[in-house]
């Protein structure tokens, strides 16, 4: 009954700035982890951040110094910041909450790197 919906993909070009957002509902906020998954076309699904309940925080090495993830607790929503994004960086990225256990992804976003 946990639904993540996530917003904020879309076009953005080489060095540009984009912000996704993940809104959780049907449950209280209580993820023990809470991350952004990212897959590109004919790639494997890949961490890109995450974080635990404790903001104990793990950034993946290709976009670390450049994305930053972060939540706030009272409007329940999981952010990830996109800063000097690289045409690498397309893909469908991905909300993902553990909670009791269990995994709970969105529906995913895509975002395109372009000029």
């Known amino acids: 009954q946990v639904q993540l919906v996530e917003s904020g993909g879309g076009l953005v070009q080489p060095g540009g700035s984009l912000r996704l957002s993940c809104a959780a509902s049907?449950?209280?906020?209580?993820?023990?982890?809470m991350a952004w998954y990212r897959q590109a076309p004919g790639k494997q699904r890949e961490l890109v951040a995450g974080?635990?309940?404790?903001?104990?925080?793990n950034v993946a090495d290709s976009v670390k110094g450049r994305f930053t993830i972060s939540g706030d607790n009272a409007k329940k929503t999981v952010y990830l910041q996109l800063n000097s994004v690289k045409p690498e960086d397309t893909a469908v990225y991905y909300c993902?909450?553990?909670?009791?256990?269990?995994?709970?992804w969105g529906q995913g976003t895509q975002v395109t790197v372009s000029s």
């Open positions: 974080f635990t309940s404790g903001g104990n925080t």
């Open positions: 993902y909450h553990r909670i009791r256990l269990r995994d709970y």
């Open positions: 049907g449950t209280i906020f209580s993820s023990s982890f």
